[in-house]
């Protein structure tokens, strides 16, 4: 199983950037996925997570520091969730990784829990 996270980059403040999160070996649909971030000297932190789908159907949950600029949907036919993210901040710099299978649980604010992670990407947002 293998997590290929891509997009990431570096942009002035108030930009947008899409990451993307290319999975194989497995299909995730009945899984949650999410996205986490580190920045240097601190802990992962949670981002963004979608719930398990049933077809299209699915609920999306937010960091209270990202909510109203970040958007993470999934397309389960190509087993991809992706992460947009709108009106950039200095302090959204960090390493983004995304995550897998959450076990059932939907605590997905605790990175602990996911089975599976990307090797990050990096996001500078700097003018």
């Known amino acids: 199983v293998q997590l290929q996270a891509s997009g990431g980059g570096l942009v002035q403040p108030g930009g947008s950037l899409r990451l993307s999160c290319a999975a194989s070996?497995?299909?995730?649909?009945?899984?949650?996925m999410g996205w986490f971030r580190q920045a240097p000297g601190k802990e992962r932190e949670f981002v963004a997570a979608v719930s398990w789908s049933a077809g299209s159907v699915y609920y999306a949950y937010y960091a209270d520091s990202v909510k109203g600029r970040f958007t993470i949907f999934r397309d389960n036919s190509n087993n991809t969730v992706y992460l947009r993210m709108n009106s950039l901040k200095p302090e959204d710099t960090a390493v983004y990784y995304c995550?897998?299978?959450?076990?059932?649980?939907?605590?997905?604010?605790?990175?602990?829990?996911?089975?599976?992670w990307g090797q990050g990407t990096q996001v500078t947002v700097s003018s």
């Open positions: 070996g497995r299909t995730f649909s009945r899984d949650a």
């Open positions: 995550a897998a299978d959450s076990g059932g649980s939907t605590n997905y604010k605790n990175p602990a829990l996911f089975a599976y």
